[in-house]
């Protein structure tokens, strides 16, 4: 049976709610080790370290590590025309909401021939991670894929584990979808050596290093990602998913059960939470879970998952209170079913995807609603977001000056660089109005 939380009757402090928040026991730190082996590994041996460990990891010796272009095309003309449809579709919205997060370049007159411009200029190469463990997610490469060639990524890799079920290939679904968005750099590798991999390359495949690694994927993974950060960019620490909803008594106790379960069929270390002021609605959803616990399909997954400390019922005295122990959670995936979505809405600060009102369910999300399913996890809604457009954007000031509007702020640049005790920088100002000798 899910744990009950109850903090009727509190008015818990922030550092308290934070305390409160369960959390599942994932160390990122413990598999960092294991992590810089594979990564160093991968440095000193190349390919045939990615074959060893995916030998060792993943079950199967891949016979190609960089996917030929007969493997893609037979995986496209293989995809079924229902997953096709739903796939183009999918696409077609995530191209359309990702087109809204880049920004324009906008420049800012801020004294007769002075201007700052503020450009947004795309990274030229990234590595995108597409997970192969559990379940095959074709989706995530549209999420990570349509947002990058948006923001105008002009060199796009992509890796997946080999598939035992399939002789050593990246999942045919995964490869058609790629071979749908016109990605035709495509590696068979897996976990932190995928990752150490994108940041040092591998010379002997043609893979040169990536800017940025973005894609969710295990705790080693996670790991990978931490240790090369510097080397290269990363979007987040991706680990298991999470869902939190925010119900009162108007909620359908059915839906709610369901929503909490479409999540914890990921992982037995996914988070599902119920935050409420209605215990009629907090025992309802708790007997549907016990019947849907038994009846669907991944049973075991879900039922460690709902059963895990990570997982609960929250009971609070009102919709304020849940608000504030959903921004203390900093949920991943938050649906709002109350009667007012609305002025709850307003009281959130932190979380990955919103979803408001009964009809937006967060595997709304996970497909085809267009906005992206790639989204911190682990409570780091409250301190970063998902991935979009922006992802793969650096912003850049453009300053130009004018001689005289330079000549109209040297004085200031002098007095500023005496106050700091750098007077070079004052004199690299004086000297464009010094006649030479």
């Known amino acids: 049976m899910i744990q009950t939380i109850d903090l009727r009757g509190t008015r818990p402090t922030p550092a308290e709610l934070l305390a409160a928040v369960p959390r599942a026991l994932t160390d990122v730190t413990a598999a960092s080790d294991v992590a810089a082996e594979l990564i160093d590994d991968v440095r000193a041996r190349g390919e045939d370290a990615l074959r060893d460990q995916a030998e060792r990891l993943d079950r199967v010796r891949p016979s190609h590590v960089r996917v030929p272009a007969s493997h893609v095309t ?61 379940a095959v997610y074709p989706s995530s490469v549209v999420m990570n894929v349509v947002p990058a060639q948006i923001a105008g990524v002009s060199s796009i890799a992509l890796a997946s584990p080999p598939q035992s079920d399939f002789d050593g290939r990246v999942h045919p679904t995964i490869l058609a979808v790629a071979s749908l968005l016109g990605i035709d750099e495509i590696y068979a590798m897996g976990g932190a050596g995928a990752v150490g991999a994108f940041a040092y390359g591998v010379p002997g495949l043609g893979l040169d290093p990536v800017q940025l690694v973005t894609g969710p994927g295990n705790v080693y993974v996670a790991a990978a990602k931490r240790l090369v950060r510097g080397v290269t960019g990363i979007d987040s620490e991706a680990g298991p998913t999470d869902i939190l909803v925010i119900a009162d008594e108007t909620a359908d106790p059915r839906i709610v059960a369901a929503d909490l379960v479409s999540q914890a069929e990921h992982d037995e270390l996914a988070a599902a939470m119920l935050v409420t002021d209605s215990a009629e609605l907090a025992d309802a959803v708790a007997l549907h879970l016990v019947d849907l616990m038994q009846s669907t399909t991944h049973s075991i997954r879900v039922t460690a998952s709902l059963n895990g400390r990570q997982s609960g019922i929250v009971l609070v005295d009102d919709l304020n209170a849940a608000a504030a122990f959903s921004n203390a959670f900093g949920p991943e995936h938050l649906e709002i079913q109350t009667s007012d979505p609305d002025a709850v809405l307003a009281l959130i600060e932190n979380a990955g995807a919103i979803f408001l009102g009964p009809h937006s369910p967060v595997s709304l999300g996970d497909y085809v609603a267009g906005s992206n399913h790639v989204l911190p996890t682990g409570g780091q809604a409250r301190f970063s977001s998902g991935l979009g457009a922006y992802t793969f954007l650096r912003p850049q000031q453009v300053v130009t000056y004018s001689r005289e509007a330079l000549r109209e702020v040297a004085d200031h640049i002098a007095a500023l660089s005496t106050a700091e005790a750098l007077p070079a920088h004052g004199d690299a100002v004086t000297a464009r109005f010094t006649t030479a000798l």
């Open 74 to 134: 037979e995986a496209l003309a293989g995809l079924d025309p229902t997953v096709r449809t739903a796939i183009e579709e999918t696409i077609r919205r995530v191209r359309i909401a990702s087109a809204a997060q880049v920004p324009p370049q906008v420049t800012t007159t801020i004294a007769d021939g002075a201007t700052i411009t503020q450009r947004w200029q795309p990274i030229n190469r990234v590595g995108l991670y597409v997970p192969g463990g559990k």
